[in-house]
């Protein structure tokens, strides 16, 4: 299915006012940056910016289906056919790595409106891609949207904080923060703060009650499975899961490791450093490593599950048809199997099914010797060499039982990402498979 | 005015108001000590500490859209039975004839927004670094808030007993059958046998325990109403107390020392 005319027809309003809106709100960017900051050369192009938005929503609700702004079809197609979860996982990281690196460039207010507005328009463009539109206005995918949008937003508010306060911190100057030190009375500055907070929100929620209607599928059936089925949008990151891994790891074990390793987390982190004010150079490791967790391996994987999966889980495009049909090729090879039949060309080991138990047990442990051997290594070997090597300074900061929680923690968040790897590289389905025990990793 | 007066200066009024209207100073103080919902709060707070620039005003926005819920989701109560045989009809009732049938989207978008908000706080605390001492104990009671927040919006999930509803709930109730030990498909589950029987079947494992049958059905929307309505909303507020409680007592909003 693509793009057809009776389509752009029920979009037409839709885009017209979002690109109005669009205007309005560069209209009075451009007001702003005249009066209040007398920059007349921004203005000025902030205000040509709010007059091709206007002549876009012109052109969505002139009435002629072709006239309505559009992504050329070849580019959609091109980026179909470049998208699949490894491009999108690698290319999201690289996105987080450039935005880290270049943070000073990027919190600059007018860098930051400039990569808004690309990314509204973007939007735009793209909702007149019928398929792209049908996922994103799915009424319980709403909110995701919303959400990107949010955590771009506040992202960005605090990197800008943290970016000042690191530059006064190197300067020897207490961060902003500190500024602020003087008392105020909480009636009425934090009292009507928080009256106005409600109102607004308020006024928000009714406007979305009222546009949105919530969804109402058909009555449940225990005997028509939908295809795909997914859990509810927070959850979908778990679900994206279940690609590498068995539903006892994704769904049980690593799940109550995120909630333990949360839990764990001030406990872990002894630097002093940081504590009530934005900053970064101050706690890089535990920056990076919290914004790698939250925002690679939690949000970016909800995304993917809740716009990029559809039937049979299979990866789809932003602009194809989810098509229950489409078949994807799935020769993954379990590590024994690699070992002894690949590598050594023997069969893999087996005993008769009479045999006693430890001869049972025994040959288990030899076929899965492999993947047992790179798991201890995994586990065992790599704490202690880390805590002489790259993580010395912590391990003496840190203590044995705290060091040891935090690097176990850092492994099982690691084993999902490198996972990943293994299966792309090397189609490798599971490092150790012990059907015997429904124990597969 | 005099109307004003009058109102202000009646037995009835004093008698709600502990203290005259916060126009100077000191009554500005007093109204915070005398008010039961002011007291929350402290008198007087460091000017970074209500920045929206700081807080972002998360947490507050998430408390409040808890209070939404709260309010829409007992007006929500009038109009829904959770059986089989009601609770498809009564959602589509609020959608095609109740008068409030709003109601219904208020709450669910009211939900999104809270697992949304929950999450902006969490990401707040984090970036400035309020987790750390004193304050170590209050982000894990935080934790145990977000947690429960997410299964408050997953055990709603199911009630309007729709496709939707119950595949949803199918999806995310599997994993519990995978359960180390203690499901039925999960590792270990084969080794606890007692003279032979097995201690761990569709019927006895976790995911059994959670749905109160072996898939999800009429036992299932009732377990999950009792746990929406009841149980969880209930040791979120008393969560929710000590969380407040806590700040106030870790010092207030954090700030640098
Ligand atoms: C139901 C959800 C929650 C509600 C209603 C809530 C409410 C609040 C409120 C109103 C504050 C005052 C300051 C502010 O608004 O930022 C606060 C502070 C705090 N919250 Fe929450 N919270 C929730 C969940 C969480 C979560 C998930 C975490 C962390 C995992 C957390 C950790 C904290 C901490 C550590 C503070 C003290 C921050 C400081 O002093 O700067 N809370 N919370």
């Known amino acids: ?441 | 005015m005099a109307i004003g007066e009058t109102i202000r200066n009646s037995q009835i009024w004093k008698s709600i108001f502990r203290h005259p209207m916060p126009l100077d100073r000191r009554n500005r103080i007093v109204v915070m000590l005398t008010n039961f919902f002011l007291h929350l709060h402290p008198v007087s707070i460091k000017k970074q500490g209500i920045a929206l620039s700081f807080t972002w005003c998360m947490g507050g926005v998430t408390f409040f859209l808890f209070l939404v819920e709260t309010v829409t989701g007992v007006l929500l109560m009038f109009y829904y039975r959770p059986t089989l045989e009601w609770a498809y009809n009564d959602i589509l009732a609020l959608r095609d004839v109740t008068s409030l049938g709003v109601l219904r989207e208020l709450h669910r978008w009211g939900a999104h927004a809270m697992v949304i908000t929950t999450w902006l706080h969490m990401y707040r605390v984090f970036l400035t670094g309020s987790y750390k001492p004193p304050r170590e104990f209050n982000w894990v009671i935080g934790v145990i808030l977000l947690l429960l927040t997410l299964l408050l919006s997953f055990t709603g999930y199911l009630l309007p007993w729709d496709q939707l509803a119950i595949w949803a709930i199918t999806v995310g109730s599997n994993m519990a059958r995978a359960s180390p030990l203690l499901g039925y498909e999960g590792p270990g589950q084969q080794l606890l046998t007692i003279g032979g029987i097995d201690m761990i079947t569709d019927g006895s494992d976790a995911r059994f325990g959670l749905l109160g049958a072996r898939f999800v059905g009429e036992e299932t929307l009732n377990r999950f109403y009792v746990l929406h309505c009841i149980a969880i909303p209930l040791a979120v507020s008393l969560l929710l107390a000590i969380h407040f409680w806590r700040v106030r007592k870790d010092g207030g909003i954090s700030g640098p020392l």
């Open chain 1, 1 to 441: 299915m693509h793009s057809n005319g009776l389509f752009l027809k029920d979009v037409a309003g839709f885009l017209g006012s979002y690109y109005a809106g669009l205007a309005i709100m560069n209209a009075i960017a451009a007001f702003f940056i005249w009066r209040r900051k007398n920059r007349i050369g921004e203005a000025g192009f902030w205000a040509s910016v709010a007059l091709a938005m206007l002549v876009l929503a012109s052109l969505a609700m002139s009435g002629s289906a072709s006239s309505v702004p559009h992504l050329p079809e070849s580019l959609r197609k091109l980026v179909n056919t470049l998208s699949g979860p490894v491009n999108y996982t690698a290319g999201t990281t690289a996105l987080f790595a450039i935005a880290f690196v270049f943070r000073k460039f990027f919190v600059k207010p007018m860098v930051a409106w400039t990569v808004f507005n690309a990314a509204l328009l973007l939007m735009g463009l793209a909702m007149a891609d019928e398929n792209f539109a049908s996922i994103v206005m799915k009424p319980d995918n709403v909110p995701i949207v919303g959400l990107v949008f949010l955590l771009a937003f506040f992202t960005w508010v605090a990197t800008k904080q943290a970016v000042e306060n690191d530059e006064r911190i190197a300067q020897g100057l207490p961060p902003l923060e500190k500024e602020n030190d003087e008392k105020v009375l909480v009636w009425p500055d934090l009292v009507y703060t928080e009256l106005i907070c409600m109102v607004a929100v308020s006024a928000f929620l009714l406007a979305w009650a009222l546009l949105l209607p919530a969804p109402l599928e058909e009555p449940a059936s225990s005997v028509k499975t939908p295809n795909p089925s997914k859990a509810p949008w927070y959850f979908l990151g778990l679900q994206e899961m279940l690609v590498y891994f068995d539903p006892w790891y994704a769904g049980v074990a690593l799940p109550s490791m995120v909630v333990f390793g949360l839990m764990a987390m001030p406990y872990l982190d002894f630097n002093k450093k940081g504590n009530g004010y934005y900053s970064i150079n101050e706690r890089k490791f535990a920056y990076l490593t919290w914004q790698f967790g939250f925002l690679e391996l939690w949000i970016m994987l909800i995304i993917l599950g809740t716009f990029l999966r559809g039937p049979n889980w299979n990866f789809f495009g932003p602009f194809e048809f989810w098509s229950p049909y489409k078949v994807e090729v799935l020769n993954n090879v379990d590590l024994p199997q690699m070992f002894w039949v690949n590598l050594l060309n023997r069969p893999l080991p087996r005993v008769a099914a009479d045999a006693p138990w430890y001869a049972q047990i025994g040959t288990i442990l030899l076929r899965e010797a492999p993947g047992l051997v790179v798991m201890a290594a995994y586990l065992f070997l790599l704490p202690p060499l880390l805590a002489v090597t790259v993580f010395r300074k912590y391990f003496a900061k840190m203590g044995l039982i705290r060091y040891l929680v935090m690097i176990n923690l850092m492994l099982l968040m690691l084993s999902l990402p490198l996972k990943m790897v293994l299966r792309w590289t090397l189609n490798l389905k599971y490092l150790i498979s012990i059907p015997e025990f429904s124990l597969n990793f």
